[in-house]
């Protein structure tokens, strides 16, 4: 059963992976760039300030600690307990593999931390807006993130799949322990 997931997973691999251009090359490596979301991350901090006022700090610190538990969660709990190869590792693929300028990463994938990350901010973003538009771009967003690392070649799709599931996780957790500890009233904008 195993084998017969791996096999499709790294043939979703490569149909995604194998489908690239100068210019798609281009944008997803400015999507997958750690950088590039600034400005992103300044327009949520600016939209819980508005939403929360002077208890902003809690949720701004529940996204710093829900960044932190992915990252680190994502590498200690996953990547080096399962020690699964990247894509750009794996002998058996490695000649198969498109990368953008010859980046690959780290040994091991399983689980995409950028996935987690992503998840992470934008599943507890959403919980603290509770906007349905807002819930969508950021869905949206931490979805791209995890389909450039396939894209990239640096991880397979059940890596980010299983990356932003635990993101996810993470982050509803997160929220709903702040809301079960009642620290953070609920405010109408």
Known sequence: MWEFLEHIDHQVFLLINGFHSNEADWIMGIISGK?????????????????????????????????????QLSVHAFKNVFERY???????????????????????????????????????????????KTTLALIFWAAIVAYSRVYLGVHYPADVFVGGLLGSIIAVVLFYTIQKTKVLKKQKV
Do not use: M
């Not at 590039?36 to 610190?61: D, E, Q, S």
């Not at 998840?119 to 807006?129: D, G, M, N, R, Y």
């Open 35 to 71: 950088l590039t979301w600034i400005p992103l991350y300044v327009l949520l901090l600016w939209g819980l300030i508005k939403k929360y006022r002077t208890r902003a700090w809690i949720p701004v610190l529940a996204l710093i600690l829900s960044v932190v538990l992915a990252d």
């Open 86 to 132: 990247r894509p750009c590792h794996n002998l058996e693929l490695q000649s198969l593999v498109h990368l953008l300028n010859n980046h690959c990463g780290g040994r091991y994938g399983f689980v995409s931390s950028h996935a987690a990350n992503s998840f992470a901010i934008a599943v507890l973003s959403a919980l603290f807006f509770d906007k349905r």
